[in-house]
């Protein structure tokens, strides 16, 4: 009886250094798993980060394209505003100069009459 005992006990012995060694390959298998797991969810999230950057790119392109037009938009309303000041600038000095010459016409006029006299 000792002998199948020993034996039982041998048995049970090896049949838990199996399981043991079964479930040590089970977990290397399992931790394989859930990294190769982690690199597909990494490689998912950096390709969805490649395409938010991508599109935030596109958006202050935009944008930036947006402000340049508008100062364009800005320097040309600028213009037109310079030129027709100047417009309504040389249209007084015209005046003011018309008005000295009448006053220098006048003052001659006055200068020969009272030469005259």
Do not use: P
Not at 21 to 35: A, V
Not at 76 to 96: L, P, S
């Amino acid at each position: 009886m000792s002998e199948s005992q020993s034996r039982y006990s041998i048995v049970e012995r090896l049949t838990q250094s199996k399981l043991s060694i079964l479930e040590s390959r089970t977990q290397l298998d399992l931790e394989i798993k859930q990294l190769e797991n982690e690199i597909v969810t990494d490689e998912q999230r950096l390709t969805q980060w490649k395409l938010d950057v991508q599109e935030d790119i596109k958006r202050k392109m935009r944008e930036e394209e947006r402000k340049i037009e508008e100062k364009k938009t800005t320097l040309q309303m600028n213009k037109q505003y310079r030129d027709e000041k100047i417009k309504m600038i040389n249209e007084k000095i015209k005046e003011i100069d018309k008005a000295l010459s009448a006053i220098q016409d006048i003052s001659k006029s006055s200068a020969e009459e009272a030469g005259q006299k």
